[in-house]
């Protein structure tokens, strides 16, 4: 597998951070979390394009949500108090045809250390498929140095 450790920042902000930031503020305020936008987006998983495996065919939805937020809420307090783990899976990602870094998987991690408004280095893989999970079959791609400069060439 293609790892490559690089600095958070450089990843393009998740289209599901703003979810993320709104619950952690809630968290931290000592809110009820009941119908915080991470447990919306999973209640209204068709607004977004699918619901999380650990929530299909579960007999108690309600149960196993709150089994998923209390390991979210975990993981920002493991964050949070001893910093993000290097040794942590890689996130997947992709480079757009202009070289930006897009996040694949890992919106949770990487939406909780820019809440925490720390820069870690994280390891990420541009070597992975979405087949049989995503109906588009996307996959990572690489840098796309050599497409540019083929281009320039042709």
């Known amino acids: ?9 450089l990843i393009q902000p998740s ?3 703003s979810a993320i930031r709104k619950t952690l503020d809630m968290y931290e305020n000592g809110e009820d979390l009941t119908n915080c936008p991470l447990n919306e987006f999973q209640r209204n998983y068709m607004t977004w394009g699918g ?9 108690d939805f309600e149960a196993a949500l709150l089994v998923r937020l209390e390991n979210f809420l975990k993981l920002y307090d493991d964050i949070k108090k ?8 890689p996130l997947f990602v992709y480079f757009d045809d202009d070289g930006f870094i ?15 408004g ?10 992975w498929s979405s087949a049989g ?6 996959v990572g791609k690489d840098f796309p140095l050599v497409e540019k400069l083929m281009s320039r060439f042709n």
């Open 102 to 116: 897009n996040l694949y998987d890992g919106h949770h991690r990487l939406s909780i250390v820019r809440y925490l």
């Open 1 to 9: 597998m293609a790892k490559y450790k690089i600095k958070s920042s």
């Open 51 to 59: 619901r999380h495996r650990d929530l299909v065919n579960v007999a």
């Open 15 to 17: 289209w599901f951070e």
């Open 118 to 127: 720390i820069d870690p280095e994280m390891w990420v893989s541009t070597d």
């Open 133 to 138: 999970i995503d109906p588009d079959g996307i």
């Open 82 to 89: 001893n910093g993000y783990k290097e040794d942590s899976e």
